[in-house]
């Protein structure tokens, strides 16, 4: 079953709710995030479980054709979901709903013409987002029915609604609802934060035009406020070196140093890192081979719950070598990046 997803991992929040260097009144924005999100993360356990169960006994969505609906609601800094509809979010002099419109229609846009993939569901489900969710909100998050949008606190975060990478990755949770359905904890956990951080990098990689060389591979770089930035913090997660010092929240490097049990935040960094290695290798835009084979193992491999890294590691072998048949090089780049992350 997976849970409640969001951006930023509880342990940053719960690191900076206490760091002396922070003024108070931005440590308790970060106590009042990990509070919403612990009471959000039991609800969502319930809603994974309902569309698990819905897909199993109906089978899939009935296929529809049409761009998905894509509709903002404004929390006004309340908690309660979805918030008030906004009539026309594409004209609204609010530049965080207006660029949450903007941002989650390009999604669509870049999953439909890049992979061929109708929405979250590959239906053409409605694309739900609240605005300016809670006070000093420091998170962005994927219920498992919508998106929702946290303003930050101004000195560690901005608005999140900022990072493009940040909207794609919380909509790629509502892609892994559809496909994997991978459980938000052990390996499978990490696997599923990692789709949404491999997703999120390529659209915003997409949406920029940059090859893997021009691509800075770093997640939430748009979203840190300035005294991260002071302190040293340029990113969240930074793909190309997840362990690096200038990443808020750091992560593992190689399968070697998982343990049961790790934050999915933390374990993603194998699978990310791989990725990044195996884009380098291949080369050109990321989303032009490496990217076509994680998606074909994302969206056709079926429901795997439970997939291990290895067995992860080996339908992307398997998938470079079914997808890319005349050229060798392109399978033996991804072997190649599995091995180094070791897989
Ligand atoms: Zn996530």
């Not at 499978?188 to 951080?197: A, I, P, R």
């Not at 890319?324 to 992350?341: F, I, M, Q, T």
Request: proline share 3%; glycine share 8%.
């Amino acid at each position: 079953m997976c849970r409640y997803c969001m951006i930023v991992p509880s342990d940053v929040l719960l690191r900076l709710a206490r760091d002396e260097d922070v003024e108070n009144h931005t440590r308790e924005a970060f106590r009042t995030t990990a509070q919403l999100d612990h009471q959000m993360r039991l609800l969502r356990d319930q809603t994974q479980h309902f569309t698990m169960q819905a897909v199993s006994l109906l089978g899939l969505p009935l296929i529809n054709t049409k761009p998905p609906a894509i509709t903002v609601y404004d929390c006004n800094n309340g908690t309660s979901l979805p918030g008030a509809a906004v009539s026309k979010p594409a004209s609204s002099t609010d530049v965080t709903i207006k660029t949450i419109f903007e941002t989650t229609t390009k999604v669509a846009e870049f999953f439909k013409e890049v992979f061929g993939r109708n929405s979250l569901d590959g239906a053409g489900m409605a694309l739900q987002s609240s605005a300016h969710y809670g006070l000093n909100y420091n998170n962005a998050f994927w219920n498992g029915t919508q998106m929702a949008y946290g303003d930050g606190d101004g000195e560690i975060f901005t608005g999140f609604y900022r990072g493009d990478d940040v909207i794609a990755h919380e909509l790629t949770h509502g892609v892994t609802q559809y496909t994997l359905q991978l459980e938000y904890q052990n390996e499978s956990g990490g696997l599923n934060e990692s789709m949404s951080d491999v997703f999120g990098s390529m659209f915003k990689q997409w949406r920029r035009n940059q090859t893997v060389v021009d691509a800075d591979w770093l997640i939430g770089a748009d979203i840190m406020g300035s005294l991260a930035k002071e302190k040293g913090y340029t990113c969240l997660r930074d793909m190309a070196a997840p362990d690096a010092a200038h990443c808020l929240a750091p992560q593992i490097t190689s399968f070697r140093q998982y343990v049961n049990r790790m934050d999915p935040h933390n374990s993603s960094g194998v699978p990310n890192l791989a990725f990044y290695l195996a884009a380098k290798a291949v080369g050109g835009k990321s989303w032009e081979k490496t990217g076509q084979i994680w998606y074909d193992v994302f969206a056709n491999h079926g429901s795997d719950p439970t997939m291990t890294m290895s067995a992860f590691a080996n339908a992307i072998r398997d998938s470079a070598g079914a997808l890319y048949p005349g050229d060798v090089s392109v399978h033996d780049a991804v072997d190649e990046a599995w091995r180094e992350v070791g897989l």
